[in-house]
């Protein structure tokens, strides 16, 4: 597909987050150009990632919004309980849909269905969207009246604004000179699916042990994934088990209220690490998803943080443009960062600080979390809360969070 002229959005990254931003900008009409250096039938083959991510009910509304959700539906499970608790303890905090309205607390999506269904919705934008790919940024120069980019091939293209997609590790991000903060928990995460013999019921299951959290979360049928993170030289000796010593390791760790288990498809492994940016916006720029905080998976929290961002810049830039203003002047940076920075600090402080308190055996610290736990059990108005909290309706939320359209 050539790329040339103007556009009013340059995305550089083409993972979940670039994809969403691409589909809600471009869906009303925002020309947009999304580059990426792989191709998509890497980016979108069943064995490119195995991770599945927890969707939000104001994430779900999002994407209902721009026209995503239906091509991810059918691959979508409800979440209509959470169970929460500490390995050896009888502290445990249960979450109920039946508590908010019966509506489900979120959904379980592979983010492989969540890519088909962001192409969907790109795809329906037409010519609004352009995607390059595979393709690479290879220069940069920003001025006050854009920025423009020379991809690798030779190909110059002019643009109001860059949105960094890249992720936690983004190069781009470096060479805008904002800086940031890292932190290897010297864990890593263990993804895969295994079927079961009884029915999940929509049941979501978080249990912490000293090594690392272990999650179970429900997907279509009676299968389930399994997110395992583990200090990272346990990590590489549990990932080394052939499948039959891995199962059984799962299943001593799970129990068997969902009977026997049974691996399916592939294994994979992720190094978590904490990164935090100096800063989410420069000159005609702005980070957004894991470029600009990339935190740890253990409240299932990461990807609708990401589309909060998504969905602010988005509605920041179609507004001026509907109004004839730059959507990359400084005001409008100035707001995104406003916008955003709260809701990340208290995401990245909530994360870490949960993985730290957790992630220590000391008998009066054990105690205490099974003590507070058990406090949260029994107050159903502070239960109320953290479900809408983590159901994301708490906030100063854009419009595509609270199911509008931009």
Not at 168 to 177: C, K, N
Request: aromatic share 6%; hydrophobic share 50%.
């Amino acid at each position: 597909m050539s790329v040339k002229g103007r556009f009013d959005l340059i995305i550089q990254g083409g993972g979940l987050t670039g994809l969403a931003l691409a589909a809600a900008v471009g869906g009303v009409g925002g020309r947009v150009l999304l580059v990426e250096e792989r191709p998509l039938s890497v980016t979108t083959a069943a064995r490119f990632d195995g991770r599945v991510t927890a969707i939000a009910r104001g994430s779900k509304q999002a994407l209902g919004s721009i026209g995503a959700w239906a091509g991810m539906a059918e691959a979508a499970e409800a979440i209509l309980e959470i169970e929460v608790g500490e390995a050896d303890s009888l502290g445990s905090v249960h979450y109920d849909a039946a508590e908010v309205g019966g509506e489900p607390l979120g959904w379980i999506v592979p983010n492989q269905a969540i890519r088909q269904g962001l192409l969907e919705a790109i795809a329906a934008a037409g010519s609004a969207v352009t995607i390059a790919a595979p393709a690479s940024i290879e220069t940069l120069a920003r001025d006050a009246g854009g920025v423009e980019a020379r991809l690798e091939d030779g190909r110059m293209v002019r643009g109001a604004l860059l949105a960094v997609c890249e992720g936690r590790f983004s190069g781009t991000r470096e060479t805008l000179g904002i800086g940031a903060r890292r932190w290897d928990y010297g864990q890593t995460g263990l993804v895969c699916t295994f079927a079961h013999e009884l029915p999940h019921r929509g049941r979501a299951v978080e249990r912490f042990f000293p090594d690392g959290p272990f999650a179970m979360l429900p997907l279509p049928g009676n299968r389930s994934s399994i997110v395992w993170a583990l200090e990272s030289g346990l990590a590489k000796a549990v990932a080394a088990l052939d499948d039959a010593a891995f199962t059984a390791e799962v299943q001593e760790r799970f129990g068997d209220s969902l009977g026997r288990l049974a691996l399916e498809g592939h294994r994979w492994s992720y190094p978590l690490i904490l990164v935090w940016s100096h800063a989410y916006v420069a000159e005609r720029a702005v980070l957004v998803g894991d470029a600009a905080r990339g935190i740890h998976p253990i409240a299932g929290q990461g990807w609708n943080l990401a589309l909060r961002d998504v969905t602010a810049i988005a509605e920041i830039v179609v507004d001026r443009l509907r109004l004839g203003l730059d959507p990359g002047s400084a005001d409008a940076l100035e707001r995104y960062a406003a916008w955003r920075s709260f809701d990340s600090l208290a995401l990245v402080a909530v994360t870490d600080g949960i993985n730290r308190l957790f992630a220590n055996d000391i008998l009066p610290l054990k105690l205490a979390r099974g003590a507070g736990l058990g406090l949260v059990e029994r107050l159903p108005v502070a239960k109320r809360f953290f479900m809408r909290h983590a159901m994301g309706l708490v906030g100063d939320l854009p419009r595509l969070m609270r199911g509008e359209a931009l």
